[in-house]
């Protein structure tokens, strides 16, 4: 009983001095001065609202419930059906815009046939996509190293396409190319026979990965430890050299399906592509981008982002050495890319298709892309005449960037008052194209919030070839939305999105089921769609139309 009243008067005591501090001394705030000890709780319940309304609200401002709900049931293996009572009664769905015409004669599963978008059919090494689906822009840095690793594997297992984002190419965009020291395009470093004995006794997965880890710091240091992957067949640390000779990168026809669809992504910043220069001015260099791109189906020139128009934004505490080294920066700096690609001048859009015909010779004759956001016909109305005017140049696809697209570290202005949303800028697309008579001179790659079937779709009969995926692959690769992506304001609780290694021992512990849910999502997503198209009457998603819209006379 004494304990019990010694332990409660230092609680009092405490709590006493926190009450002296805010009434008398502390000089910041005006809460905690006129309700010293209480005004704090207003900022605990403050930090406590998102979890409060993730799992005791309905939460539908990142996405309705019912979607996120049907994620994770399919990501976890399941059909993704629903009970009575979770019908959506918030008109998220059923709201008079999503709807399509049911066919009086509906397909039955076994007669679809889905034939998928081929990129760049007059290019020497067409894209022959195998999926409606890729990974959208997501870049290594904001996203972590075993993040980036299972979403990689994922795409690679069910061949849909990935999307580097403008963070570079690194080895864990590549999970499924086997280690070999014959490739070589991987450089290694042995680890001695001796420690196998330590890893293979060491209990449990996670202890296993803290020996891996530890042996990563001790061979490859600890500033670059990320920067390498661990084989634990021949028992090294490998990664790719880019030091190597050109005629060490695999050439087009050597890209097997263990090097899954990488689309490259090249942004502002050249991330990875940079050549040094004197005066420290942009410039790609060119046989680094031979190297990179030798690694993907497809390159894609990052013109504007739907929910960031200033270009990519990695906040400090991501960059991290081993991401400044794959990036080619300096370290622990906050990078901002600039505003506009350093090779697009829309006043000069001629010499822009020819840097496109350029990067396309540099990489073998593969197909490129650009992605751009659309707020009227001027966004799109340059391109449309250009390749009118030029039959044999121009990119092979373009990408529509929503709007309401999503970002780790969008200023709240960017985010909300720039570009339409993807079912408005579609139409806006497909019909100005159209005027010109080129809108089958280029695939065209939906990307916004495109979490489920339903949703995807839509975007597909209005116009789009393939869709762009990434807050549902996030949320199927583990995402629990706690809203602290960039870094800035905590560490992602899961592992997914930051570079800090106590938060990514979890992700890493659970590595392999992760792929598995991402591979699961993602198979159940084109499911979905080739339903849709079943109910419509046509054989494949990529005919439907606008005929197939309930609404159609209003999507102009």
């Not at 990935?162 to 070589?184: C, D, Q």
């Not at 296993?208 to 992957?229: A, I, P, S, T």
């Not at 000779?245 to 940079?274: C, H, M, W």
Request: hydrophobic share 40%.
């Amino acid at each position: 009983m004494q304990i019990f009243l010694i332990i409660l008067g230092v609680i009092a005591g405490l709590l006493a001095l926190v009450f002296i501090w805010d009434r008398f001394f502390q000089q910041k705030n005006i809460v905690k001065s006129n309700f010293p000890l209480v005004g704090r709780f207003r900022y605990a319940f403050h930090e406590l609202r998102p979890f409060f309304r993730q799992y005791f609200g309905d939460d539908n401002a990142f996405a309705p419930r019912i979607v996120i709900d049907w994620i994770l049931r399919v990501a976890q293996g399941k059909t993704g059906y629903f009970s009575f009572d979770k019908f959506d009664t918030t008109n998220h769905l059923h709201d008079g815009q999503h709807q399509m015409v049911h066919a009086a004669a509906p397909l039955n599963n076994d007669e679809m046939k889905p034939v998928f978008p081929v990129i760049g059919e007059n290019r020497k090494h067409p894209f022959k996509m195998q999926s409606y689906f890729y990974r959208s822009a997501m870049s290594l840095g904001s996203i972590g190293f075993e993040a980036t690793y299972a979403m990689s594997a994922a795409c690679a297992d069910t061949q849909s396409a990935f999307n580097t984002g403008e963070g570079a190419l690194s080895v864990h965009h590549l999970p499924r190319v086997k280690f070999s020291k014959s490739k070589k395009f991987f450089k290694y470093i042995q680890v001695a026979k001796i420690f196998r004995l330590l890893y293979f006794i060491a209990p449990g997965k996670r202890m296993k990965d803290r020996v891996v880890d530890f042996l990563g710091n001790m061979y490859c240091g600890k500033d670059l430890r990320d920067v390498y992957w661990f084989d634990k067949k021949a028992f090294v640390f490998y990664t790719i050299d880019w030091d190597a000779p050109l005629d060490a990168f695999p050439k087009p026809e050597d890209l097997t399906e263990d090097f899954g669809n990488i689309i490259l992504q090249v942004g502002s910043g050249l991330y990875g592509l940079r050549a040094k220069t004197k005066d420290g001015s942009l410039e790609l260099d060119w046989d680094r981008f031979k190297k990179v791109s030798s690694f993907a189906r497809a390159i894609e020139i990052k013109l504007a982002q739907g929910a960031k128009q200033t270009g990519g934004i990695l906040k400090a505490v991501k960059n991290t050495p081993a991401i400044a080294y794959i990036r080619g920066v300096e370290p622990g700096i906050e990078l901002v890319s600039q505003n506009r690609f350093p090779y697009y001048d829309p006043g000069q859009i001629h010499e822009f298709f020819d840097f496109i015909e350029d990067l396309s010779d540099a990489a073998g004759g593969k197909p490129v892309g650009v992605k751009i956001v659309i707020s009227d016909e001027k966004n799109i109305e340059p391109f449309a005449k250009e390749l009118k005017a030029n039959p044999k140049k121009g990119p092979d696809f373009i990408t529509i960037d929503g709007g309401d697209g999503g970002s780790a570290t969008a200023p709240v202005a960017l985010g909300v008052l720039f570009g339409k949303t993807i079912y408005e800028a579609l139409p806006i697309v497909t019909s100005t194209l159209e005027e010109h008579g080129v809108r089958d001179r280029v695939k065209l790659f939906a990307s916004s919030k495109l979490y489920a079937p339903h949703m995807s779709a839509r975007v597909l009969a209005l116009g789009a070839d393939a869709v762009g995926v990434a807050r549902g692959i996030m949320v199927a690769g583990g995402c629990i939305r706690a809203g602290v992506c960039s870094g800035e304001n905590g560490d992602c609780p899961v592992g997914l999105a930051t570079l800090v290694k106590s938060k990514r021992r979890g992700y890493m512990q659970t590595l392999e089921r992760k792929i598995v849910e991402i591979s699961n999502y993602l198979n159940a997503h084109h499911k979905g769609v080739v339903q849709v198209a079943a109910i419509c009457g046509v054989d494949s998603p990529s005919k439907l139309g606008l005929q197939h819209i309930a609404d159609a006379e209003n999507v102009h």
